[in-house]
């Protein structure tokens, strides 16, 4: 589903070339629960954002469901994240613009669907947000930001989820559920899933954990099953 190889990221800076990814070589299969675990600086939100095509390798190649990024303009890029991939990111995930309705209704009315409206409303009343449809992103905390999002990946039934660090801002109880709510997109529609997280607990759920340390794949570790499934 996601194949990486030899992805190469460098960065001109005022010290000079600084490369952020040294050659990371790996593959997703379908409906994978991926955790990519780090230090702080160590490469995992680049790795995400060039996985999801938001930017542009250096060198090395990503394929997502076959399809080559590198050999894309930006405007197939566009399209393929439009058909193929959802996020859920701490920051600019929802358009400012928009409530929290007409951000998870915006998907659904892009494929003509006239039933976008009350479909959007169930998939706010999912993630327990059917009170605050009418707000806008600066009017949400940031639990309930990340809980938009994630109606909004439902909405897409994107077949690729990638999450940087979502439960990172919220107290216990919202990570829970946010959590669950990815879990259960994986479980109904096989979305495959690439998480980036600092949470131990939420690693050893996932069926697998890549380990970035200074740009490269330190450890790359498959779960058990029973591990997965558990908590
Ligand atoms: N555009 C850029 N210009 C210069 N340096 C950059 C740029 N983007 C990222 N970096 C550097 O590359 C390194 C990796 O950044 P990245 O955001 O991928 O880390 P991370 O593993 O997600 O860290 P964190 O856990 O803190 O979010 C960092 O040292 C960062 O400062
Ligand atoms: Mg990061």
Redesign the pocket.
């Known amino acids: 589903m996601i194949e990486t190889r030899n992805l190469v ?1 460098s ?3 005022s010290e000079g070339l ?1 490369t ?2 040294k050659g990371i070589t790996l593959k997703v299969n379908e409906g994978e629960i991926v955790a ?1 675990v ?12 060039l996985m999801a095509g938001l930017d542009g390798a250096s060198s090395g190649d990503v394929l997502l469901d076959d399809n080559n990024l590198t050999e894309m303009d930006e405007e197939q890029r566009a399209m393929l994240r439009g058909q193929l991939v959802g996020f859920v990111f701490q920051s600019f995930q929802l358009l400012p613009s928009l409530t929290a309705l007409e951000n998870v209704m915006l998907p659904i009315e892009l494929k003509g669907d006239d039933q976008a409206r009350d479909k959007a409303k169930q998939l706010l009343q999912r993630v327990g947000l059917e009170e605050r449809w009418h707000h806008y992103p600066n009017q949400l905390s940031g639990g309930e930001q990340q809980r938009v999002a994630i109606a909004r990946a439902f909405a897409t039934q994107a077949k690729i989820l990638f999450a ?2 979502p439960t990172g801002n919220l107290d216990t109880a919202t990570g829970k559920k946010v959590v669950e709510l990815l879990f259960e997109l994986n479980r109904e529609f096989s979305t495959t899933l690439v998480l ?1 997280t ?1 949470d131990e607990r939420l690693a050893q759920r996932c069926n697998r954990v890549i380990k ?1 340390v200074a ?1 490269e794949i330190a450890e790359d570790t498959k779960n058990t099953v029973e591990e997965s499934v558990s908590v």
């Open positions: 990221k960065v001109d800076t600084l952020i990814l990519i780090g230090a702080s600086g160590s490469g995992k939100s680049t790795l995400l954002g940087d660090e980036v600092h970035l740009g």
